[in-house]
């Protein structure tokens, strides 16, 4: 998986600490693709909607700026639950793994949202994966949509 070895690289993780952005990684694409648990993208717009963070996320999606979202906003979302499972798969405390998640989402999601809309039928896994590429220039310092 060399585009997960570079998007870890380019998190500065490595050792245990690389593995588990790995798979965290790996989270947010199962997340984010049309058979993922939950709806995939659809299904995570629907979830902030319904916790009134639609703006958040529609930030994401759009070519401006994206807005911030806490960890307590993510936890909120994503619900303890499904925090719980990534945390615990991932050998880390629920509040580091909302910490994290709370830095990369807004990035993988502005990312397979290149045109500002989320595409009509979906994310694809691989699109996701490719998406990832464009997140190495934005934790590598490189240029991207959000400033």
């Known amino acids: 998986m060399g585009l997960l070895d570079s998007v870890v690289g380019a998190m500065g993780g490595n050792g245990a600490g690389g593995a588990s952005t790995a798979a965290l990684v790996q989270q947010i694409t199962q997340m984010l693709a049309n058979n993922a ?72 999601v502005d990312q397979v949202t290149p045109s500002g809309q989320v595409p009509a039928q979906g994310v694809e896994h691989s699109d996701v994966m490719d998406a990832l590429s464009g997140m190495l220039g934005q934790l590598g310092g490189g240029p991207g949509r959000s400033a």
């Open 37 to 108: 648990q939950g709806g995939g993208l659809g299904g995570l717009i629907q979830s902030f909607e319904r916790m009134g963070l639609g703006n958040v996320i529609s930030s994401w999606i759009s070519t401006g700026q994206n807005l911030p979202i806490s960890p307590e906003q993510l936890q909120q979302v994503l619900g303890q639950g499904r925090i719980g499972q990534i945390a615990q798969s991932l050998g880390l405390q629920p509040d580091q793994v909302a910490a994290q998640l709370s830095q990369l989402l807004p990035l993988a």
